[in-house]
Nanobody, 127 residues
C-alpha cells in the first residue's frame, strides 16, 4: 500500500492543523493506521493509532487531549486533527499502516510493527 501524507504547514502556537494520509492499494479497512513524528535531532516517536473500524484509538501522553486521530474507510484516508499546538510539536509527521493487528493499545507505539510508511509532512509551530 502507498501512503501520501499532506496538510502540514506553519502555524502559531495555540493554533490548529489537520493532517491527512491517503492510502492507495491494499485493503485500507484492514490496516491499523498510525501517526509518528520526528523532530530535528530526535528519534521518531509515536503520536496516535486507530483501529480498523475507527472505534478504538491510542495516543501518546504528550498529545492526549489535544490531538484526535480518525479515519474514513470509504475514502481510504486517516486524519490527525491537531489543536492547541505547541512549538514542541514541530516535526515531520509520518503516517504508517500495520496489517498484522486489528486493534490498538499496548504495543501500538512500536515502529517495528508497521509495514508501510508515508513520505512525511512538515509541521512547524512558531512561538
Amino acid at each position: 500500500v502507498q501512503l501520501q501524507a499532506s496538510g502540514g504547514g506553519l502555524v502559531q502556537a495555540g493554533g490548529s492543523l489537520r493532517l491527512s494520509c491517503a492510502a492507495a492499494g491494499g485493503t485500507f479497512s484492514r490496516y491499523v493506521m498510525a501517526w509518528f513524528r520526528q523532530a530535528p535531532g530526535k528519534d521518531r516517536e509515536f503520536v496516535a493509532a486507530i483501529s480498523w473500524s475507527g472505534g478504538s484509538t491510542y495516543y501518546a501522553d504528550s498529545v492526549k487531549g489535544r490531538f484526535t486521530i480518525s479515519r474514513d474507510n470509504d475514502k481510504n484516508t486517516v486524519y490527525l486533527q491537531m489543536n492547541s499546538l505547541k512549538p514542541e510539536d514541530t516535526a515531520v509527521y509520518y503516517c504508517a499502516a500495520d496489517q498484522s493487528r486489528a486493534h490498538v493499545g499496548w504495543g501500538s507505539d512500536d515502529q517495528g510493527i508497521y509495514n508501510y510508511w508515508g513520505q512525511g509532512t512538515q509541521v512547524t509551530v512558531s512561538s
